[in-house]
């Protein structure tokens, strides 16, 4: 007999087939793992951020001769703050620790602005005489603004580290951030100076700042199992992942 598990021997011109029984069994079948797949929760943020800025900055012109800026409201809170607040812990969840960090960030951002205009909250009547806002009132909307862009040097104590921190993501991403800057340093000055050309100012760049959003999103968003190959957008990365 072979030293083979399984060997023929011929005999009478046939074959024989013989079995070792000192042989170790054949492992039993192993199942695959079940991969799950997540989604990419980033076109949601970024969707909602600029959808937010948009309204804000449309509304910052006077577009339709509205000058009331409490519609702001509605963007701010019940789409960009709980949007972006969710896209930021699903982030975190998926390890993206840079994305989880932005959009929690402005998604609180989102909350606080669109708070600032909630009369249950007070304070525009904390800074008011007799309903109308006081100069301290809008000083205080400065001091907000410049919290998150220093109106003098027009770098941002927190966008501009974003936008730092996101020099190897896509141009479109960092122009939204940059614009984002250029746009809350005008406004931070308007609320500072009156000067009504800052506030028409951080209106456009606050648009610009908006459809560099939108692409972002759409370069994710518009993909081979979507769309197809002549309407989507390049991502238009900025730097190798290795470098």
């Known amino acids: 007999m072979s030293n083979k598990s399984i060997d023929k021997e011929p005999r009478d011109n046939y074959y024989v087939q013989t079995v070792n029984m000192d042989s170790a069994p054949a492992p039993a079948p192993q199942m695959a793992p079940y991969q799950r797949t997540y989604a990419n929760p980033a076109p949601l943020g970024m969707l909602a951020y600029g959808t937010v800025i948009l309204c804000s900055s449309i ?13 702001v409201l509605v963007f701010a809170t019940f789409y960009g703050g709980i949007s972006q607040t969710l896209v930021g812990m699903w982030e975190m969840f998926l390890g993206n620790t840079f994305s989880a960090t932005v959009f929690t960030t402005y998604g609180g951002f989102n909350f606080s602005y669109g708070a ?47 936008a730092i921190g996101a020099l190897r993501t896509t141009l479109p991403i960092v122009a939204t951030l940059g614009f984002t800057v250029v746009s ?5 000055a308007n609320a500072f100076t009156g000067k009504t050309h800052l506030a028409t100012a951080g209106g456009a760049f606050g648009i610009i700042a908006a459809f560099g959003a939108y692409y ?19 991502p238009m990365v900025l730097a190798p992942s290795n470098v």
């Open 216 to 234: 972002g999103t759409l370069s994710m968003f518009w993909t081979q199992t979507t769309t197809y190959s002549f309407i989507r957008l390049p």
């Open 116 to 162: 600032l205009y909630l009369p249950q909250i007070g304070l525009a009547a904390a800074y008011s005489v007799d309903g109308v806002p006081t100069q301290e009132f809008y000083n205080a909307i400065g001091i907000y603004l410049g919290i998150w862009c220093n109106d003098f040097l027009c770098y941002s104590l927190i966008t501009l580290l974003f």
């Open 184 to 188: 809350l340093a005008c406004l931070a």
């Open 59 to 71: 509304l910052t012109l006077g577009a339709g001769n509205v000058h009331t800026p409490n519609l």
